[in-house]
């Protein structure tokens, strides 16, 4: 019974890796993969020379380190919080809220932020009642602020789903560990850093490598909703220049090869921080 | 002596830990809620209430005239309908997929397992890309088709996973007894291990269903037929369209038609939404088992 999962997997995931190779060609609209011409490393040798690739680049790079500084570190000290809440009903209320915007799609919360952050959009009303602005201004239409909306807007639609995992992996911890040490006098801070953290560690690394490996792939449907004429030069990442080369401009051999440099750098990415992550859990991988 | 002077210690500092930890939360809690809040307000609220430019909490001059003016336009039931269609059809065939394939997986006895697992693994981090992708979904003519919601979300190894994790902890000895009385995988596959792991299965529908009501990329890439556009990238043409003209103009003469094309905009996201928020609570019980099974076992 396994042969259609087989079939499938050659099908729509080994075909495409195969497919690779039109990176290496010359394909366009008009051809089929074998007519295509080969062309050794062209696009490559194009790619970078292309200031806009280096510009995706760039925001990229920008926008998921700051998602991963922040974005990581956040949804665990949160869990921690939540986890040691006294009042069950307090805790189910915010739980049943955090969850919420991770079933928001892109399209939908980028609806709601086109709405928040325009001229008499929400946050600038926040910002006039608190008598910060006097007059409020279009957010998304000024460049220098779009890597703190992609970011910000990123966390507060899943820091809380973020925390599901942890806070299941901590109602797994014997509770007899923090009854021990708070007899011996440790504080709560002592007993998160000792007793929650170190126990957590599988979980936390599986987290991190599935992040960083999708780091540079990701963005893609929050960009296209939030990216704008004016502020593009900060908004386009590396997918959406992909995007736009292949499927707009119809160019599939520089769009594939620019594809091919996120999988390699990616997987380059997946291998050293599974390295670190072995060291952390005494040479145990998390993966496979 | 020296225990009840640290538990004292401890007891005062739990109280200020609670306090300070409660206060943090209701906040948290505050700012995912009141912006949520200030869409449902302003898509009731009338085009004058909008462009006054006052702090939302409550609605300005209420109106449904923006949810009439979304269902007068007859394109939007019937991407309402394309939404239901790939959703119930997708995360049925889905979930059924998996579990066929997480069945043959689970099964030790299976020759050839390690290959098929690492086939698996290799999947969940390493693809061809989207032009690769393109190009086959191109070549098996899949592109303006509904199916093309349907088939290349038939499988995912993660799914499978979870299911496969489910299914061994079945005792080997139901299969036995079941195979002693004659019956053959079929028959043990959908009366005993599709019966019993019920949870795991919901868990998938529902959690595939979210992501097919949810997803605009397969249409975006791969769909121009405006008959087979579902929900989301319906708001998409309404919002990022109307927004890339209306927000390069600037004057005063436009505020109005911007404002009036906004409550219209999150109108339709209120009713995309909505439907989501209704299973979500259906949805609570079961995906934190789910998740757990998913990530920490394998």
């Not at chain 1, 039109?22 to 295509?36: C, G, L, P, Q, R």
Request: hydrophobic share 50%.
């Amino acid at each position: 019974m396994v042969w259609p999962g087989v079939i499938f997997m050659v099908i729509f995931n080994f075909i495409p890796i195969y497919g690779i190779i039109t990176a290496f060609k010359h394909y366009t609209i008009v051809d089929t993969m074998s007519s295509a011409p080969w062309v050794g490393m062209e696009n490559f040798k194009t790619i970078v020379s292309d200031q806009f690739f280096w510009q995706s680049v760039r925001n990229t790079l920008a926008i998921s380190f700051l998602k991963l500084a922040i974005g990581f570190v956040i949804p665990i000290v949160l869990s921690v919080m939540i986890f040691e809440l006294k009042n069950m009903r307090f805790k189910k209320i915010v739980q049943t809220i955090s969850y919420i915007p991770h079933f928001f799609s892109w399209i939908v919360l980028g609806g709601m932020l086109i709405s928040w952050l325009s001229t008499n959009g929400f946050f600038n009303q926040i910002l006039m009642a608190l008598g910060i602005i006097d007059k409020g201004t279009n957010h998304l239409l000024a460049g220098n602020q779009y890597w703190w909306i992609a970011v910000l807007s990123d966390l507060w639609k899943e820091v809380g789903w973020g925390t599901i995992l942890y806070l299941a992996g901590m109602s797994r911890i014997d509770p007899t560990l923090y009854e021990a040490a708070r007899i011996d006098g440790a504080s709560k801070v002592t007993q998160v850093r000792t007793i929650t953290l170190p126990l957590l560690g599988p979980i936390i690394s599986l987290n991190l490598i599935l992040t960083v490996s999708g780091l540079l792939g990701s963005n893609l449907d929050q960009t296209l909703v939030l990216m704008n004429s004016q502020n593009q030069d900060y908004a386009d990442v590396i997918n959406s220049f992909v995007y736009r080369m292949g499927l707009t401009q119809g160019d599939f051999s520089y769009a594939t090869a620019v594809g091919l440099g996120i999988s390699v750098v990616s997987v380059i990415l997946l291998i050293i921080t599974d390295r670190i992550t072995r060291k952390l859990n005494d040479g145990h991988s998390v993966i496979v | 002596m020296k225990i009840a002077i640290h538990s004292k210690k401890t007891r005062k500092e739990g109280f200020w830990f609670n306090l300070v930890n409660t206060i943090v939360l209701t906040l948290f809690s505050l700012i995912i809620i009141v912006p949520i809040w200030n869409i449902l307000v302003s898509s009731v609220s009338s085009n004058a209430g909008l462009a006054s430019g006052g702090l939302m909490l409550w609605p300005q001059g209420f109106t449904l005239e923006n949810y009439t003016k979304v269902f007068s336009d007859s394109s939007i039931p019937k991407a309402f309908g394309i939404s239901v269609l790939k959703t119930v059809i997708g995360a049925g065939t889905h979930t059924l997929f998996c579990a066929i394939v997480a069945y043959g997986l689970s099964k030790s006895r299976l020759i050839g397992r390690r290959l098929y697992t690492s086939m698996g693994v290799i999947t969940m981090y390493f693809g061809g890309g989207m032009i690769p992708t393109y190009l086959l979904i191109k070549s098996l003519g899949l592109l303006d088709t509904f199916w093309v919601y349907i088939i290349p979300a038939l499988f995912s190894y993660y799914d499978c996973v979870i299911l496969m994790n489910f299914f061994r902890e079945i005792p080997d000895s139901l299969e036995e007894s079941a195979k002693i009385d004659g019956a053959g995988e079929w028959r043990i596959f959908t009366s005993i291990y599709l019966p019993l792991t019920k949870p795991a299965l919901a868990t998938i529908v529902l959690f595939n269903g979210v992501g097919q009501w949810n997803d605009f990329m397969t249409t975006k890439l791969y769909i121009t037929k405006q008959y087979l556009y579902p929900l989301q990238m319906k708001i998409y043409e309404i919002i990022v369209n109307s927004n890339l003209s209306n927000m390069t103009q600037s004057g005063s003469t436009d505020v109005v038609f911007k404002a009036t094309t906004r409550g219209v905009q999150l109108a339709t996201i209120v009713i995309t939404t909505v439907p989501i928020l209704i299973i979500y609570p259906l949805l609570q019980k079961h995906f934190i088992a789910g998740m757990m099974e998913g990530a920490v076992k394998e």
